[in-house]
């Protein structure tokens, strides 16, 4: 089977719409099947990665902890908009820090998340195969 | 709607609340299957109960496959020995015995 490049691209806010939660479960399924998967998060999509977050009192489960288990799935490049960041005064300091092993580095971790301008985004997209939008 | 030692599972035989979930259901479970767990099974169940506790979801098999080599030595990190254990399949049959949902591309 060929490999596609395959990006998600998440803009909404990881709760209140099941957006976050079915692009996260559309992502493993691709990285079931071996394919070339990378992640991008603008608006409101930024706020899927910010640590310590605790759905509970919303009956929800905390579905963030399953960005921490992508680096085992192959996927290690988590695409963060610089602008949207700013806009909702956050920094990279917010983010969960996810990592991926690199097998041929003697598995030392290394950090999965790319702070990257639109400018640069819109460009790391066109080179993709297919883009998909939650 | 049927049940194993009272707690409800579904068509396929998973549990439908993961809190139901006690050793004597795996037991249970596994006994259904003509399964009788051994040590071995047990380390890959609390292994899989351990990793869907800490990511929320239940391991690709490749993903597990990789893990247990790590965690119990490399001459168990193959689907040969996962497969000996569990005929059905270790992240099909693991995870019902684990109660866990079916794992997300499972087939």
């Not at chain 1, 089977?1 to 692009?23: D, H, I, Q």
């Not at chain 1, 902890?65 to 680096?71: I, N, V």
């Not at chain 2, 009788?36 to 099974?41: D, K, Y």
Request: glycine fraction near 8%.
């Amino acid at each position: 089977m060929s490999t596609k490049k395959f990006m998600y691209l998440n803009r909404r806010a990881p709760y209140g719409t099941v957006y976050a939660l079915e692009s996260l479960e559309v992502v493993l399924v691709a990285a079931a099947f071996d394919q070339d998967v990378s992640l991008s998060f603008i608006d409101d999509g930024v706020y899927q990665l910010v640590e310590g977050q605790n759905p509970e009192g919303i009956g929800m489960k905390n579905f963030s902890k399953t960005f921490h288990a992508l680096g085992d799935y192959d996927i290690k490049q988590f695409y963060v908009s610089a602008e949207s960041l700013e806009e909702r005064g956050l920094s990279l300091d917010d983010l969960m820090p996810l990592v991926w092993e690199d097998e041929d580095d003697d598995w030392a971790e290394k950090p999965s998340i790319k702070v990257v301008s639109n400018a640069e985004l819109t460009k790391i997209m066109s080179e993709q195969d297919v883009c998909l939008s939650f | 709607m049927a049940d194993i030692l009272g707690a409800e599972v579904d068509e396929e035989g998973f549990l439908v609340d993961l809190k139901d979930w006690t050793k004597e259901i795996a037991v249970e479970m596994a006994k259904g299957d003509d399964i009788e767990l051994s040590e071995e099974h047990w380390d890959v169940i609390n292994f899989l109960r351990d990793y869907f506790e800490e990511y929320q979801i239940a391991p690709a098999v490749r993903v597990l496959t990789k893990a247990i080599g790590k965690q119990f030595g490399k001459e168990k990190g193959n689907s040969k020995y996962l497969y000996s254990l569990f005929p059905y399949g270790p992240g099909k049959q693991g995870c019902r015995f684990a109660g866990l949902p079916k794992p997300t591309g499972c087939i």
